[in-house]
């Protein structure tokens, strides 16, 4: 058995047996007992099921590595010929306490990419007819506001409230089309530790970071540090690092 990949929005991590593909459940409350064996290549996911390969590198090798080309766009576009012709949605993210970034998504998903990431409040600053257009005012944007925050630093939030006179700063220079804010259920009060395991309760999950109980202490997971993981279905006995809240 190995975890072949997750979804952020169910959430949920998909577990293959040989050829076919399981999908376990992240939701609160659900006991996760699966203990991490080898790494390897987590092959590819087809609607016809897992193809599964045994390349050493974690969790793509290069022949099933994919690269979102549009992730490096910043107006010329990268593809044989432009298809990003549906209004596009330029907005800001705030992740506790005080990180921001500019992005931009195909403006029905706007609310889904900022729980995809894990924002904790969302601003949609302007709409404009297609990709090419916003991806060149979010690298005007991106001069002096950043354009990506790495998964540590928003771990490093989980447990923080966003700094309202910051956030409140950088709208002040923006006419508004809409705000968000986004509540994930984690209900925490110290930094969780950052560990690669899946055994435990799950607390929530705020973007690719998967919140664990276990043996009194709480516990931050990146989903994409389990792909590609053999894994055997018990609880693992490996001891890990206490958190905060275990001497509480």
């Not at 979804?7 to 007992?33: I, K, M, N």
């Not at 923006?174 to 925490?188: A, C, Q, V």
Request: net charge negative; proline share 4%.
């Amino acid at each position: 058995m190995q975890f072949v990949g997750y979804d952020t929005g169910g959430p949920g991590l998909l577990l293959s047996d040989d050829d076919t593909v399981e999908y376990v459940s992240l939701d609160p409350g659900t006991e996760l007992a699966y203990t991490l064996e080898e790494r390897h290549c987590a092959g590819v996911v087809t609607d016809d099921g897992h193809v599964p390969c045994d390349a050493d590198h974690a969790p793509y090798c290069r022949d099933h590595r994919s690269t979102w080309v549009c992730a490096k766009c910043t107006g010329t576009c990268l593809k044989d010929e432009m298809d990003c012709h549906d209004p596009h949605a330029i907005y800001l993210a705030a992740f506790a306490p005080d990180v921001f970034k500019v992005g931009v998504t195909k403006e029905w998903r706007l609310e889904t990419r900022l729980r995809e990431q894990g924002a904790d409040r969302g601003a949609h600053l302007r709409t404009v007819a297609n990709g090419r257009i916003a991806r060149e005012q979010e690298a005007e944007l991106a001069e002096r506001i950043a354009d990506r925050v790495r998964v540590p630093t928003k771990r490093d939030g989980l447990h923080l409230d966003v700094d309202d006179a910051s956030w409140a700063g950088l709208l002040s220079a923006f006419d508004l089309l809409g705000e968000f804010s986004f509540d994930y259920g984690l209900d925490l009060t110290d930094r969780p530790v950052a560990e690669t395991m899946a055994t435990g309760t799950v607390r929530g999950v705020q973007g690719r970071l998967l919140v664990l109980d276990r043996a009194g202490g709480t516990y931050a997971v990146d989903l994409r540090d389990l792909v590609g993981y053999d894994v055997v279905p018990e609880a693992t006995t490996r001891d890990v690092q206490s958190s905060l809240g275990a001497f509480g």
